[in-house]
């Protein structure tokens, strides 16, 4: 599964899709919604689901 962002032409893919793979996580999407025990090791660009919308909804 993934998803195409229209606006940007972007497409978003699982990482798990790629194994043996090294991938540098820089970002977090919807990150009010995710448990409070949750949380990347590295530090990351974090955005709330709001500012998400927000973002792509100015494009």
Not at 22 to 29: D, G, Y
Not at 41 to 59: A, I, S
């Amino acid at each position: 599964m993934f998803y195409h962002l229209l606006p940007n032409n972007e497409y978003i893919l699982p990482a798990g899709l790629f194994q043996d793979q090294a991938f540098h996580l820089a970002s977090e999407i919807f990150i009010d919604e995710k448990p409070d025990y949750y949380e990347l090791k590295n530090k990351t660009h974090k955005m709330t689901g709001q500012e998400v919308f927000d973002l792509f909804r100015n494009k």
